[in-house]
């Protein structure tokens, strides 16, 4: 059973808030994901990181930021949240091996 | 351009037939593919996966058949159950520079009538 936890589950929050996004997993996995979702369409890989301190951009350009201070943290910042940025947004980790394991996601309107 | 399609949006079956999932690539360097299963309001969890050197695999109710002349790999569940219902998507494996990713498809809704 994967062990990789996101909070909050939902956030609700007017245009211009500051947000960070949580994600911890305690599988001691060097590489962790941030992927962006929204309904009937694929997952988007919007940031990286294959280990402490090293973060990298994903295919979907994206205004928020990552930073990897610890191999078990890796949360997600948006500095100005705007409509836009309304979407699930999952955060995954995987080991030696291509299976990624998921967190429950956030799903973040910005009113 | 999307590299991993999933054509059809939904899908409805049955309780106790066969649910088949279809996915299409268009990389030839596509080396692995993974399946996922997503409930709403959930991440996605792993379901089975299939390296580039076999055409099947097998895993209970769950096979993946791989077509890579035709770039082409399905999933069938036999026999299917309501609690199936849920949203599949494909993912491919390939590289972006030097790096390692998952390329995944829209996803496929299926729904498992009792």
């Known amino acids: 059973e994967a062990d990789i936890y996101q909070t909050p589950r939902y956030l609700v929050i007017g245009t211009g808030k500051k947000i960070t996004l949580e994600c911890s997993q305690t599988?001691?996995?060097?590489?962790m994901y941030w992927y962006q979702q929204d309904p009937g369409m694929e997952l988007h890989l919007i940031h990286y990181?294959?280990?402490?301190?090293?973060?990298e951009k994903g295919d979907l350009s994206s205004e928020s930021t990552v930073s990897r201070i610890r191999t078990e943290h890796f949360p997600l910042t948006l500095e100005s949240a705007r409509p836009s940025h309304t979407s699930q947004y999952l955060c995954?980790?995987?080991?030696?091996?291509?299976?990624?394991?998921f967190g429950s996601g956030t799903q973040l309107s910005v009113l | 351009d999307q590299q991993v399609k999933q054509n059809s949006p939904s899908l409805s079956v049955q309780e106790g037939r066969i649910s088949i999932l279809n996915c299409d690539y268009t990389?030839?360097?596509?080396?692995?593919f993974l399946w996922y299963k997503k409930y709403p309001a959930e991440g996605p969890t792993f379901l089975i996966s299939?390296?580039?050197?076999?055409d099947k695999n097998e895993d209970g109710r769950f096979t993946v058949f791989l077509n890579k002349s035709a770039k082409h790999l399905s999933l069938h569940i036999v026999p299917s159950q309501p609690g199936d219902s849920a949203v599949y998507f494909c993912?491919?494996?390939?590289?972006?520079?030097?790096?390692?990713?998952?390329?995944f498809g829209s996803g496929t809704q299926l729904t498992v009538l009792p």
């Open positions: 990181s294959y280990g402490v301190n090293s973060t």
């Open positions: 995954a980790s995987s080991g030696l091996g291509e299976k990624l394991f």
């Open positions: 299939i390296s580039s050197i076999k």
């Open positions: 599988m001691g996995h060097d590489k």
């Open positions: 993912a491919a494996r390939g590289y972006s520079g030097s790096a390692r990713q998952l390329t």
């Open positions: 990389n030839s360097m596509f080396d692995y």
